[in-house]
């Protein structure tokens, strides 16, 4: 395979697919589209942990303090209602059994990652606040990519308030995790990068990017997806080579992407995967 080769084939599919693929801290190896701009699905959620634990570093959040949990939150849109989580469109019913009690914003945090949990994530959003979360970004040097919003804030949504990634962001905040700084400073301590990348290795969503890697692969990574949207975004930990950055974001016409089938979309992720993978010698 070559990267050309690779292209091509992606020429071929409906839509958009974008991709950033590289070591971290270095120029990349191969790129398609990586600065178009895609709905950012559940990838958003990487960007908040990483708030969360900035705000722990900081002294200003305690990650093992009991928070309530709670289905009601403020709207980005000035104005409108508050707005709640439908249980029915989350992935994980552990944080909806604490509906009414407490948990702590570490448990909330490896929730929302490791089972992607919306509930989870807009009760990290409540602490940490959006603007923490743009900070990140921004520090990571992010040029289009934006959390505006909590999931399903549908006031905010229909007021074009809205949730935007890229490969190259994503591959960036990324990036910073696995070198533990980012320019100028640091994106979080040191101990607070590793701590994330360790939850983000324990994802259960092993569908799309981690599907096209052999098994026991060690792959540090967030998916996210709605109808006509899959992205992965992941730094693989081979045992034979250093570590590599992949991050794909696709809007196409592939069937599939409401759910966790094995479908086309998830296909298309495994297979540029498992070419990246062939090539990590190369890289």
Known sequence: MTWDDLDAHLDRVPGTVSAYVGRPDAP????????????????????????????????????????????????????????????????????????GGTASLRWLADRMIVRSSNLATNLVIGHVGLPAVAEVWARTGARTSVTGRGIEDFAAREAGITNTVTAADLAALLGALATGADTPGRLASRAGCTAMLDVLIAQEHREDLAAGLPEGTRIAHKSGWVSGVRHGAGLVLPDDAPPYLITVCTTTDLAGGDDEVEDDACRLLAHISAQVWAARHQL
């Open 28 to 99: 990349p190896t191969w790129t398609r589209h990586p600065d178009a701009a895609h709905y950012a699905a559940s990838t958003m959620k990487v960007a908040v942990l990483a708030a969360l634990h900035r705000a722990a570093d900081a002294g200003t959040l305690d990650l093992d303090a009991p928070v309530p949990v709670v289905n009601e939150f403020d709207s980005a849109q000035p104005g409108a209602p508050r707005f709640s989580c439908a249980q029915h469109y989350d992935n994980d019913d552990a944080v909806w059994d604490r509906l």
